[in-house]
């Protein structure tokens, strides 16, 4: 019981934190297009930043000013692009900007440059590019429609609060001990459940996809949400750290918070346009 009672003591202050932050995404999107655009900027420029901090604690210097406002570029051409307000061939900018990275770094004295060109580049193609393919699911169909993607939101919230609230009452068989050992096979499928639910409800209140599609794109969410932050996981063991950063109470860092939408938003935004 003590066990139980200690893990749930930070849970008031993740309920409050997880609450306001709903308020303000959820507000966001449901406003329009630039309610949308502005919360996934700034969430996406943070989480990149984040990224570039972990970075440099592992002794690399990516770019992080240049990588943060090229990440941000990626994300705002794309929604741009996506939305119509510009033609396609605008997103050619993005590859000038890319070949800048090796530029600066010729002026930059560094035993390693490759590694902290690859490093900028990495933290582009892990963060900016996924949150930039939010967009591409919001306009499939050539204007805004905030359904799916909030429904990718509350199927990936609520897969982590199952998992969360599963794994401490009923969690026992190891799910990847080696990477992140409180994972439990047991919270995995509680989360998975509720994820479910959770994309039922969404079939009966939106038509934008029907009940299979919700359950095949629920599907698609909680395993690469699970993946996702597993990989998030190997990436702080490697630096010896337990959150990404402290920018929400009692969640961590916006890397710990979105690790699952960056691997889920590629395959549901596959999974849209193909459908």
Excluded at 125 to 144: N, Q, R
Excluded at 170 to 191: A, D, H, M, N, Q
Aim: aromatic share 18%; hydrophobic share 55%.
């Amino acid at each position: 019981m003590t066990s139980i009672s200690n893990k749930f003591s930070t849970l008031g202050q993740r309920i409050i934190t997880a609450l306001i932050g709903a308020v303000a995404i959820i507000g966001g999107i449901y406003w329009g297009m630039w309610g949308y655009f502005i919360v996934f900027l700034v969430i996406s420029f943070l989480t990149l930043w984040e990224f570039y901090k972990l970075a440099i604690m592992d002794d690399m210097a990516p770019l992080k000013i240049w990588g943060s406002l090229i990440g941000t570029g990626v994300f705002v051409l794309t929604f741009l692009v996506a939305s119509g307000i510009l033609p396609l061939k605008f997103m050619l900018l993005i590859f000038p900007f890319f070949a800048s990275v090796f530029l600066i770094k010729l002026y930059k004295k560094d035993d390693k440059p490759f590694t902290q060109v690859a490093y900028t580049f990495l933290g582009i193609i892990y963060v900016s590019i996924p949150f930039s393919l939010l967009s591409v699911i919001a306009f499939d169909s050539g204007k805004y429609r905030f359904q799916v993607i909030l429904g990718m939101l509350f199927i990936l919230w609520a897969s982590d609060t199952g998992a969360y609230f599963s794994g401490i009452l009923f969690g026992k068989k190891k799910l990847f001990e080696r990477i992140s050992p409180k994972k439990t096979w047991e919270g995995s499928i509680g989360g998975a459940l509720l994820a479910m639910a959770f994309a039922y409800g969404f079939s009966i209140y939106f038509n934008d996809l029907t009940v299979i599609q919700w359950f095949a794109a629920a599907g698609l969410i909680v395993i690469a949400g699970i993946y996702g932050d597993l990989v998030e996981s190997l990436f702080k063991r490697s630096i010896a750290i337990k959150d990404s950063g402290s920018s929400i109470p009692g969640h961590g860092g916006f890397l710990d918070r979105f690790d699952g939408l960056l691997l889920a938003s590629p395959f549901v935004a596959v999974f849209i346009s193909l459908i």
